[in-house]
């Protein structure tokens, strides 16, 4: 009892401080950002890690800065007013951190001139106060490909993939690549969820690809529970989006970490020095948006292959899409040496040979 | 010793329209003291739950779009809950509703004129009640239980969707991602006052309000849902039918449901997408409930759900607490109806070994 009622105390005090810090100070002084998360900052993926983001500004510019956070906010009818109240509450710039989220941050931009709008992963900017950005998560996915095919027995790995949507199809393309520049006849299993966090639903999948004989899983899911999974059953797997070494210490090779905070903290910069302008990123390992857990639970040559790639990567030596590529049903898509366009990338919505599974339509 | 409900002989007229109000300040001193243990000074905490989101226009406008679909589909709930059938599948009568009234501005996306609002309005209508049909005619002709038909139907309806805007129905020029093309500006419903966005689906929530009240008050059809809900031994020696009733009450229901649907997409979403509702469908079955089954109490309990959300946004804000208190709210505020509502009907007699005894012997 005298432990449960510290405890109720000590998170008490802990709410003051939080509550009471933002008061203190002059509010007027200070810029304001805000985030609208999609799920809860406790999932230890997505939402996650736009908060680290978040804390991340809070540690760069302390007292200079205010931040907001909204969470478990829905795509829809619910979005729009969650960025217009943050829009009306004095935030200078507001990050929405969803896909859903692109049609109400456009109709909010339009009626807050003033305030500045930053849309993860969407294409539309109907006014020059909305920015879009987004991260080359398929460059890890390269990687992680590559080492699947040198450590797995079978041949056959499980990807749990959450909708059929480029950002995803490019994901399950690129790691096919990387593991058939290692072993030509590897093979990849899909399983689709349609969610985005549901350790239900996601541990469920990574059962069904262990029972159908993959010994290696990586998800494109948020919850850790496919990394569980498979630490119980003796298999290895990739994390996905935050380092989920914690979750499984002899089963996680690598993670790729969405490494939101430079990008941040140079937004929320160039507001305020007033140089903020509208502009469309997509920057990968180049600018340290995305990152590669530690290599762990593999033999030194694999884990020198890995950092290999990664650095070519990171220099732009070498690119996941590089030809020759077949698609799926055969024809060819990239000719020897020829890279990829933006646009076939953006819109992606057909598999490279190997791939197990036919893209939902 | 024992806790035992006993029914009170008769119970106080003045106390039952009471109840809902002393379960509002019951959940209000709660939420003080919930407030209190974490830190924050409750009236600071209540204030911004409360009383912000109604101190601002654009506030009331986000209030109204909120509650109107809660107001719709609850008005309809309550009309089926009377008559004794358990409808818990609006949510997926909701989408069918949103499904069916998108045909319009998703195939024919160069119709206009001033016929097609309406007319997406009424196809919503048919969608819903025409899933809303299914549980019903499962139950008048082969005794299923529509509580588990109805309730399995939402999730038929939620992947019938998601199939749709992946599918046959996604945007052309949408980059593959799962969503239909945006409604053109006639098939949109417009914004009632130039203050905010709140659209005509309020509107519709208040016409319906007014006719079911009327319905349920003033009419033979309104009286023989209650008849057959209350006693259907009583209706049958009356004339009425049983499944006729069961199965007016499901369309009803499912009509609103639909209607709620279609208004929430052409009004606020404006284009169909995988989730279109965060499960009003569901939220809905509590606003009917705690609205007392009654149009114009459903009209009330809608307000004060709504008012929940958006209370919790706002303190998310201001006072920097989780998401899940808003939860805790709602919570609260429906186990004291219950409670009220209970202690109204029934006193609390603790009983020892004796007591037991007593009444094991009779």
């Known amino acids: ?361 | 010793m024992f806790i035992e409900l006993e029914r009170r002989p008769a119970h106080s007229t003045l106390y039952s329209a009471l109840s809902p109000f002393i379960a509002l300040i019951l959940t209000l001193v709660a939420g003080a003291i919930l407030f209190a243990v974490m830190g924050i000074n409750p009236a600071k905490g209540l204030y911004s739950f409360f009383i912000e989101p109604l101190t601002e226009v654009w506030s009331l406008h986000e209030l109204a779009i909120k509650a109107a679909p809660l107001i719709l589909i609850a008005t309809g709930l309550s009309i089926c809950f009377l008559s004794s059938n358990w409808n818990i599948g609006a949510e997926g009568q909701f989408i069918l509703g949103a499904i069916f009234g998108s045909i319009l501005p998703v195939l024919f996306h160069e119709q206009v004129g001033i016929w097609v609002l309406p007319a997406m309005m009424i196809m919503g209508m048919i969608g819903g009640a025409l899933w809303a049909l299914i549980p019903a005619l499962l139950k008048t002709r082969f005794g299923a239980n529509e509580i588990l038909t109805s309730l399995m139907l939402v999730y038929v309806a939620e992947l019938f969707l998601d199939w749709l805007v992946r599918g046959a129905w996604r945007n052309p020029e949408g980059f593959n991602f799962p969503e239909t093309r945006s409604f053109s500006p006639g098939q949109i419903l417009p914004e009632v006052l130039d203050s905010g966005r709140a659209h005509y689906g309020a509107v519709l929530a208040i016409v319906a309000v007014l006719i079911a009240w009327f319905m349920m008050a003033k009419t033979i059809r309104g009286f023989e849902v209650k008849v057959i809900g209350q006693a259907p031994k009583a209706g049958q020696f009356a004339g009425f039918d049983a499944k006729r009733v069961t199965i007016v009450a499901f369309m009803i229901s499912g009509a609103l449901a639909g209607l709620a649907g279609i208004a929430e997409v052409s009004g606020a979403i404006q284009q169909l997408r995988p989730t279109i509702s965060p499960g009003y469908g569901f939220t809905a079955i509590i606003v009917a409930f705690l609205g007392r089954l009654n149009p114009v109490g459903v009209f009330a309990a809608g307000l004060v759900l709504a008012l929940s959300f958006l209370g919790s946004e706002a303190a998310q804000i201001s006072l920097g607490v989780s998401d899940k208190l808003g939860r805790v709210f709602q919570g609260m505020l429906l186990f004291f109806v219950l409670a009220c509502d209970t202690l109204i009907h029934y006193r609390i007699r603790i009983t020892g070994w004796a007591g037991r005894a007593r009444t094991g012997e009779t």
């Open chain 1, 1 to 361: 009892m005298k432990k449960t009622l510290a405890l109720v105390a000590g998170m008490a005090a802990g709410l003051v401080a939080a509550a009471g810090a933002p008061a203190l100070a002059d509010s007027h002084a200070k810029t304001k950002a805000c985030f609208v998360y999609v799920g809860p900052i406790g999932d230890f993926g997505w939402s996650y890690q736009h908060h680290q983001g978040l804390l991340a500004v809070e540690a760069e510019f302390g007292d200079k800065v205010e931040t907001a956070y909204l969470e478990s906010v829905p795509e829809g009818a619910d979005a729009e007013r969650a960025v217009e109240r943050f829009a009306r509450s004095g935030c200078n710039i507001v990050f929405t951190t969803s896909f859903g989220y692109m049609d109400a941050t456009n109709k909010v931009a339009a009626k807050f001139p003033d305030v500045m709008f930053e849309h993860a992963t969407g294409y539309k900017r109907e006014s020059d106060n909305v920015s879009t950005y987004s991260s080359k998560f398929f460059e890890g996915r390269y990687i992680q490909g590559q080492i699947a095919a040198k450590l797995s027995k079978t041949g056959v790995a499980g990807y749990i993939a959450s909708f059929p949507i480029p950002e995803v199809v490019r994901g399950i393309n690129s790691f096919i690549l990387g593991a058939q520049s290692i072993n030509p006849d590897f093979k990849l299993k899909v399983v689709w969820v349609n969610t985005w966090f549901d350790p239900g639903k996601e541990s469920d999948a990574a059962k069904t690809l262990i029972d159908q004989g993959v010994d290696i899983v990586t998800q494109h899911t948020d919850s850790t529970a496919p990394m569980q999974v498979a630490a119980e059953r003796g298999i290895m797997a990739f994390g996905q989006a935050s380092d989920m070494y914690r979750f499984g210490e002899k089963t996680q090779l690598t993670a790729i970490i969405d490494d939101w905070a430079p990008y941040y903290i140079e937004r929320v910069n160039a507001v305020m020095d007033g140089t903020w302008e509208s502009q469309d990123v997509w920057h990968g390992m180049d600018h340290g948006s995305v990152a590669m857990a530690p290599y762990t639970n593999m033999p030194d040559d694999v884990k020198a292959l890995a950092e290999e790639t990664e650095a070519k990567i990171k220099s732009g030596e070498f690119t996941p899409f590089t030809g020759p590529i077949t698609k799926q049903d055969g024809s060819q898509w990239l000719a020897d040496g020829e890279t990829a366009d933006i646009g076939t990338l953006l819109g992606m919505n057909f598999y490279v040979q190997g791939v197990d599974d036919t893209l939902p339509n």
